[in-house]
């Protein structure tokens, strides 16, 4: 009973090219919406949020894209970096329990020079 | 400052055996998380503390599973009578709440390997 879905484990793309990221969740009660990076060795590290009362939320190259209705978000990054190369992870979780985070399965993205 | 950081790195293990793992959280933090990460999948949430207060446990953390955090400070996990199937990644994360509760920070984990 995965709450979070990342359905593409892998994805590459063209440097200076846009990464989308596609990410989908099942549990109506998520409110919060989170994208974690992670490199090789590392631990996660957070990226970018948004909450439910909005459809977008930008930061620099990163944007995330909220579809309540779908139950959907994406990340987009424009213009993609080798450095961005990294396992990149969606997480949800719900006003009841902020504290208790749901990970999903993540996406492993590649940005080739 | 120099982060989470969490202790061994790596740790292989005979079925039955019992490990501890340890976490020092950033400094300042309150709150202490511990998750586990097994191939192919995002971390699971396992339980957290305040202080030293555990707050919240996840039903994978079965009773061979325990977690301390006796000053508030650093935290043991200790699994008992390990089984195969408790080979993962252990990570730990800290926040201070007044930061913005989604800003885990994050150890780079234990991988723990049961033999």
């Known amino acids: 009973d995965q709450q979070v879905k990342q359905n593409s484990p892998s994805l590459s793309v063209q440097e200076g090219r846009i990464s989308i990221l596609n990410c989908d969740y099942t549990?109506?009660?998520?409110?919060?919406f989170l994208w974690y990076k992670k490199y090789p060795a590392e631990g996660p590290t957070f990226l970018i949020s948004?909450?439910?009362?909005?459809d977008k939320n930008e930061d620099g190259r990163f944007t995330v894209f909220l579809n309540k209705s779908a139950k959907h978000l994406s990340l987009h990054i424009v213009p993609s970096q080798p450095g961005d190369s990294a396992v990149y992870f969606c997480?949800?979780?719900?006003?009841?329990?902020?504290?208790?985070?749901?990970f999903g399965p993540g996406t492993s993205l590649s940005v080739i020079p | 400052d120099t982060g989470v950081s969490q202790d061994p790195r790596h740790k292989i293990t005979k079925r039955g055996q019992n490990v501890t793992f340890r976490c020092d959280p950033i400094s300042e933090h309150n709150r202490l998380y511990w998750y586990r990460q097994t191939l192919g999948q995002g971390p699971e949430f396992l339980t957290y503390?305040?202080?030293?207060?555990?707050?919240?446990k996840s039903r994978l953390l079965s009773d061979r599973f325990s977690a301390e955090r006796p000053k508030g400070s650093f935290s043991t996990l200790e699994i008992q009578r390990t089984e195969q199937g408790d080979s993962a990644m252990y990570l730990c994360?800290?926040?201070?709440?007044?930061?913005?509760?989604?800003?885990?920070?994050f150890g780079p984990g234990t991988r723990l390997l049961v033999l």
């Open positions: 948004i909450s439910s009362i909005k």
């Open positions: 503390f305040q202080n030293e207060a555990q707050l919240e």
């Open positions: 994360a800290s926040n201070q709440p007044g930061q913005g509760w989604e800003t885990q920070y």
């Open positions: 549990n109506s009660m998520f409110d919060y």
């Open positions: 997480a949800a979780s719900a006003r009841t329990s902020y504290d208790k985070v749901i």
